[in-house]
């Protein structure tokens, strides 16, 4: 006959286990708080009917031990999910990078987390994708970064599967309580008048590709606002990138090969624009004194450079702060929706053409 030792307290009184990424679960922090898993779960979801005490007490061991409570398993106990999803499309690697930190300062206390989803919206069945990733985490809600933002067929999807959403884009696109709306063409506007008050009259723009909302109204608001002024761009003077550091250096070249060579380019955004800078030094061209350059976003790349980058900031980070904020806020037709204002930061990439200067 086997004889079995008698539990010892010796167990509830361990020490905490350690911390290694999950090791620890609610039941252990209840045990080791003296209190109900119930008690530990309010405090998680920061419930008004804890007392304050007993709130620093759970918080402190819950940091101690390291516990962090698991999104999908909350999802299952209250019937709702604690995902965010981030679906983008944008050949910008730095641009992805800050919005997602964004996102992740808007949820960073409120229990949500975020899971993102690059995609190529190019691709026949990547709609079909997005509704996989979404339906497979039981998504609280996603929100959509420029081009897919601009996809009404990707929102229609979003709309029947009932999943709630939020759109970055350059111009408004939906009701209110569901935009950030970033307003590019305001920011190409304040360009053109810069390098009007320079002086620059022959100047090359280097667009982003044309699918993309933002490079059609950042590219129409300059041409416009130039044209208001009394200057022309030709043809040759307009050319298409694909918002990166290569194409903003091929784009270059063919511009730089015109003669006259333009005295000032425009990049839609700071990639292309580190860009232009390249093909400018093979050429032995100066900055600013042979060649004046802007970009676009004011990404940190833009202060790096040197001649540190004029350009105009887009507040990257913060849109996608506030598109995970909006999508903890209950649906509500009446709230202001969040402002996002571009402007020029002027640094060191301009001055006047050569003939202005005499």
């Not at 990078?97 to 992740?104: E, F, I, P, R, T």
């Not at 100066?286 to 802007?294: A, G």
Request: aromatic residues 6%.
């Amino acid at each position: 006959m086997t004889t079995r030792r008698p539990r010892t307290a010796a167990s509830d009184t361990a020490d905490p286990p350690a911390a290694d990424g999950g090791a620890s679960t609610i039941n252990d922090i209840a045990r080791l708080a003296g209190v109900s898993k119930k008690t530990v779960s309010r405090v998680i979801n920061r419930s008004p009917l804890v007392r304050p005490d007993t709130r620093e007490k759970v918080e402190a061991l819950m940091e101690k031990v390291g516990y962090v409570p698991d999104p999908m398993a909350r999802g299952l106990a209250f019937r709702k999910s604690f995902l965010i999803g981030m679906v983008s499309d944008n050949p910008n690697a730095q641009y992805i990078v800050n919005m997602q930190n964004g996102a992740l300062d808007g949820l960073r206390g409120s229990g949500y987390e975020l899971v993102v989803h690059p995609c190529d919206s190019k691709s026949a069945d990547y709609i079909a994708g997005v509704r996989r990733f979404v339906l497979q985490h039981r998504l609280a809600g996603v929100f959509l970064v420029p081009r897919v933002s601009e996809d009404e067929a990707l929102v229609d999807m979003l709309r029947e599967i009932g999943c709630r959403y939020a759109r970055i884009a350059a111009v408004s696109l939906d009701e209110p309580w569901r935009m950030i709306t970033t307003n590019d063409r305001d920011g190409a506007v304040e360009v053109a008048k810069y390098l009007d008050s320079l002086g620059h009259r022959n100047i090359g723009l280097i667009t982003g590709p044309t699918r993309y909302l933002s490079a059609r109204e950042r590219g129409g608001g300059f041409l416009e606002a130039l044209r208001a002024r009394g200057v022309e761009l030709g043809a040759d003077h307009v050319v298409e990138g694909g918002y990166t550091f290569e194409s903003g250096v091929a784009c270059a070249e063919r511009l730089l090969a015109l003669t006259p060579r333009p005295t000032a380019i425009f990049a839609l955004n700071d990639e292309m624009a580190a860009g232009v800078c390249k093909a400018a030094f093979r050429l032995g061209l100066r900055i600013p004194e042979d060649l004046s350059v802007v970009g676009f976003d004011d990404s940190p790349l833009a202060s790096r450079l040197w001649p540190s980058l004029t350009t105009v900031r887009l507040p990257i980070r913060e849109m996608g702060m506030l598109a995970a904020q909006l999508l903890q806020r209950e649906e509500n037709r009446k709230q202001t929706p969040p402002l996002v204002t571009p402007h020029l930061v002027i640094r060191e990439s301009c001055q006047p053409p050569v003939a202005e200067r005499r």
